[in-house]
């Protein structure tokens, strides 16, 4: 058990914390930028350097206040995120200054993190030899996990089967779309601007990827998936999830991961409307949520790191410098401009 090399009260820690809850797409106004001193740890706990931060879409449903699968974050906390630090003092036996983790950091430049939290398993070494720092916030990361879980548990498929993925260059389509490659199946995605479909195509090998910016994806998907849609992995919701589920195939699963065509409406959420669909394909619709498979990750994780080390898997991250830049960098994910998976880079090493 190590102590802190560099004396923790002559750092500052420049924080981001939530406003007001948005209405519609989050601006600068919804938060406000703090600055706090560095404490020395509790007893059992670790003081953790902010290298890199997740930005998800998942982020701008935490904003609103309601019920969800998680608590809301509160007005004036600091912005949950997850991220991937550097220990810099320790109190805790299991971890040691030097040491990079995984944690849910916050959107600040120091994580002081107790002893319950630590006991939570929320916080892990990473292994830089099964993949960067960034990997390890994409593929090997949440986004990673959920579609990992998402398709093989959920999803469900079969060699030979029609699977199709909105959001297809995100962070969680990415992983799904190759994942399903690997698994012996024809995967079609749906992507927003033709460089990302064709990085799609010919970078990490779908079969085909459609542009919902430039054609009618009702009549390419039925070109794409000329006997039906086994499995659909669903990112955006909306129109696309409509479209999708008047193309089935008997017995098609549909995993609902994710809306953000849906996250920043003013009106309510719109819903499925083809949902009868589902009865006439005797189909099935169920939702995912990655924080029910924690305890199965490790065995994930390696899998996941074997398909990266013989170049079956490729994690494209879009990264973007410094703290001060959050509030627009989110929106990079609801303007679909993000390529890749969106990480905040917040120092180095």
Known sequence: MASSPTPLASLT????RLAARPVGLP???????????????????IVVKTLALSLDPAMRGWMNEGKSYIAPVEIGAVMRAGGIGVVMASKAPAFAVGDL??????????????AAELKRSGVFRIDTRLGT??????????????????LMDVGQPQPGETVVVSGAAG????????????????VVGIAGGAAKCAWVVKELGFDACIDYKAGNVRDELKAACPKGVDVYFDNVGGEILDTVLGRLARKARIVICGAISQYNNTTPVQGPKNYLSLLVNRAR?????????????????????????????????????????????????????????????????
């Open 133 to 150: 720092p960034e990997q390890w916030l994409n593929v090997l990361g949440m986004p990673g996990m959920t579609g990992y879980f998402g």
């Open 285 to 349: 619709m169920e939702g995912i949520v990655v924080f029910d498979y924690t305890d199965r990750f490790p065995r994930a994780v390696a899998e996941m790191a074997g398909y990266l080390k013989d170049g079956r898997m490729k994690s494209k991250e879009d990264v973007v410098e410094g703290l001060d830049t959050f509030p627009e960098t989110l929106l990079k994910l609801f303007n679909g401009e993000n390529f890749g998976k969106l990480v905040l880079r917040v120092a180095s090493a």
């Open 101 to 114: 983790v995984s944690a849910g950091l916050g959107v600040q430049q120091y994580c002081s993190i107790p």
């Open 171 to 186: 962070a969680v389509g990415q992983t799904v779309g190759q994942l399903a490659k690997i698994k012996g199946c024809r």
């Open 13 to 16: 820690n420049r924080q981001v």
């Open 27 to 45: 601006t600068r106004a919804d938060w406000n930028f703090t600055t706090e001193p560095v404490a020395e740890p509790e007893a059992g706990g």
